[in-house]
């Protein structure tokens, strides 16, 4: 028999996007499990459906995807998202796609005057940094939700996390860029150049080993120099990114953010939701619930694999019924499936028996239009 649904309570999408005391939904979870979807097709819902001026802030979509939400470059803008069903309820859709070096550089331009802006701007270390270093998304997208939840001009602000191997790489990118950029081995490093540069090459071979680690992996060692004067640089706004990332931190553990963690029914993905959940509590930060996405449902639940199977064996010993039987075959696959994804997804509900959460069933072709992100949000809903 497949067991029943999830023991879970059952996640209330709707009451969540309803909710003007929530002015941020946060999708997060591990690589490919459909963060970017669910972000878009709660975003598109709360405009359709709630009438709320929604901003939704992708990370690396699709292509076809971005296109049918009207973006087709860069450029760290929320753009109005035309052609959606907002007649009756008044909502609005904006999307936008994380340009994660212009968002860098704008908070650079903030912090520092045009000249200082430009000198930093040329050193190889930041541009290598700004465009590449690990983390660096996960920042710029924290730094950028900070942007638009500081402009209050949305109802909702619905963001995409970067495509992380883990979900904690968001959380950990603030404090592992300022533990970077304001760590003892660059205040070491910074000393020397205070001081006029004299002892820099010294006091970079005393304490190569501290840091070559990160610094090679970013760059390797020949730009040690440009690294220097680029902390040197970066000195005045140490200060301006650890506030930041602290002020977006705390909206993060405010009661007008909700997190939707998203996962897929396998074991990886799952585990990766349950470390992701513990770690949202222990920073106390609102978990709504549970999105299992791409979940395979037999047409017929009623029928189990194992009676599916033996009345296909039957059929193909009578003979003269293989197309029967072969239909019979497939839905035994997808029964067996369906309990194997449901003995996962109950691993997570185990350990967090208290967490809301919902299955949305897998489609038969990518999410990548309106209409798509359409009946994701419907399925999200139960609607
Ligand atoms: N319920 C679903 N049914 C069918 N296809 C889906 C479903 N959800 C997502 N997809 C498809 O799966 C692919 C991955 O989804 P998506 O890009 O949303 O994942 P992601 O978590 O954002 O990935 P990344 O970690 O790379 O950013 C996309 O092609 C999307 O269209
Ligand atoms: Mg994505």
């Known amino acids: 028999m497949v067991p029943s649904e999830d023991a879970a309570p059952q996640l209330d999408v709707d009451q969540i996007l309803a909710d003007p005391g929530v002015r941020i939904v946060v999708c997060c979870g591990a690589g490919g499990v459909g963060k970017t979807t669910t972000a878009a097709a709660l975003a598109l819902r709360a405009a359709e459906q709630h009438g709320r001026r929604t901003v939704v802030l992708t990370i690396d979509p699709a292509r076809r995807l971005a296109q049918s939400l009207g973006l087709t470059e860069l450029d760290n803008t ?228 194992e009676r599916s199977q033996a009345a296909a064996e039957r059929l193909s010993e009578l003979g003269g019924h293989e197309g029967a039987a072969d239909v019979l075959r497939a839905h035994a696959a997808l029964a067996r499936q369906a309990v194997r994804e449901q003995q996962v997804a109950a691993r997570f509900t185990e350990a967090f028996p208290a967490v809301p959460a919902v299955s949305v069933t897998a489609q038969p072709a990518d999410v990548h239009d309106v209409d798509g992100l359409r009946t994701i949000g419907a399925a999200i809903s139960r609607a």
């Open 78 to 305: 929320p753009r109005q998202v035309k052609g959606i069903d907002v007649e009756s309820s008044g909502g609005e859709l904006h999307a936008m796609m994380l340009d994660m070096k212009r968002t860098f550089d704008d908070v650079v331009l903030q912090h520092t005057d045009p000249a200082k802006a430009a000198e930093i701007f040329a050193n190889p270390f930041y541009q290598a940094m700004s465009s590449t270093f690990a983390g660096t998304q996960e920042y710029m997208a924290m730094e950028k939700l900070g942007q638009l939840h500081a402009r209050g001009e949305w109802d909702l602000i619905v963001v995409d996390t970067p495509p992380s191997r883990s979900a904690l790489d968001f959380l950990d990118a603030p404090a592992r860029l300022s533990r970077f950029l304001d760590g003892r081995m660059l205040r070491l490093l910074l000393a020397p150049a205070r001081s006029g540069g004299r002892s820099m090459f010294s006091l970079v071979t005393a304490s190569f080993g501290m840091f070559s680690k990160v610094v090679q992996k970013v760059l390797g060692a020949q730009l040690l120099t440009d690294l220097s004067g680029f902390v040197a640089a970066l000195d005045s706004m140490f200060g301006g990114f650890r506030q930041r990332a602290e002020q977006t931190y705390r909206i993060l553990q405010a009661r007008e953010t909700a997190f939707v963690l998203v996962a897929a029914p396998e074991p990886d993905a799952v585990r990766e939701a349950a470390y992701f959940a513990g770690r949202l509590r222990e920073e106390k930060m609102p978990l709504a619930g549970l999105v299992l996405n791409r979940v395979h449902r037999p047409v017929v639940p009623e029928l189990d694999a």
